[in-house]
């Protein structure tokens, strides 16, 4: 596996020049047989035949991507890959503490692990607005197609353009990337310090001081940032209650999610599900809790 911005980068000029407009979206379906994300994903066809299973909000659909073609699935989405094709791939995910492109080229052996060949972690900042593009076409679905295309090559774009700019110089520390990527596989479960440490393979302490170096929190604040921002974006894209959020979000009393929902937000889950519009600023003067 090879950490490569360059390449990434003309993965992404590929899907774009590619970019056909086919555009599936993923829901939640509990009988898909898939599981839940926990951030917002795309999946992109360069190459061969992509075979995927997902849930559409009514039923499991079982097909093929094929190039040019792309799903979106939100961290309130159920996908799962199946890896009996020979095929090409990009994806990127947009989690709490970086963006994760990876290439894939899979032979179509099913007895083959995937993995990525090529990756990148972009940290978060560095890209002006990509969430935001993620969130809008998620919003669109298909209702839009046409702006539905351009707000993806628009993304591929950034992305692209990124990745050439920075080359191999914004790397972020080795242990870091570990870490946010043990927690990215962990905080929805019940989850301790020792449990990241050891698969990001760092000492706790190691973990504790690079959590207060990179964020300046304390390793629980570190953790119930990942599932408020995961809750956050299950309440705008799905429709479960608060108290199953707070759940899937890992976290074991929906009493305490709230609390620390609304000293962060301002607001309560519910009356955010109401407002369903970007939040106030805290600092703003004109807002009030």
Request: glycine share 6%; hydrophobic share 40%; proline share 5%.
């Amino acid at each position: 596996m090879e950490e490569s911005s360059v390449k990434m980068a003309e993965f992404c000029r590929k899907g774009r020049e590619l970019l056909t407009g086919k555009f599936l979206f993923a829901e939640f379906f509990p009988r898909c047989g898939t599981k839940l994300n926990n951030y917002n994903r795309f999946l992109m066809c360069l190459a061969g035949r992509k075979h995927i299973i997902y849930g559409d909000g009514q039923s499991a659909q079982d097909l093929f991507l094929d190039p040019g073609d792309v799903i979106f699935v939100p961290g309130s989405g159920e996908e799962s890959e199946v890896w009996d094709s020979p095929h090409e791939m990009i994806s990127c995910v947009f989690m709490s503490s970086f963006t994760r492109v990876i290439h894939i080229a899979h032979g179509g052996d099913l007895a083959e692990h995937p993995s990525a060949d090529i990756f990148y972690h972009i940290p978060k900042g560095v890209i002006a607005g990509e969430g935001k593009v993620a969130e809008a076409l998620l919003e669109l679905k298909d209702s839009r197609p046409l702006l539905s295309l351009e707000l993806m090559r628009l993304l591929l774009r950034l992305l692209e353009e990124t990745l050439a700019r920075i080359g191999e110089k914004g790397l972020p520390e080795p242990e870091w990337r570990r870490v946010c990527e043990a927690m990215h596989r962990l905080f929805r479960g019940n989850i301790s310090r020792e449990d990241v440490a050891e698969l990001a393979e760092i000492s706790p302490g190691v973990l504790s001081k690079l959590v207060k170096k990179h964020t300046r929190k304390s390793f629980r604040e570190f953790v119930n940032d990942h599932r408020l921002e995961y809750a956050l974006s299950m309440l705008r894209q799905s429709n479960f209650t608060v108290r199953e959020i707070s759940s899937l979000s890992g976290f074991s009393y929906p009493s305490y999610f709230i609390r620390l929902f609304k000293a962060r937000y301002g607001m309560s889950p519910e009356r955010f599900r109401q407002v369903r519009f970007t939040l106030p600023d805290p600092k703003d003067p004109a807002y009030t809790k």
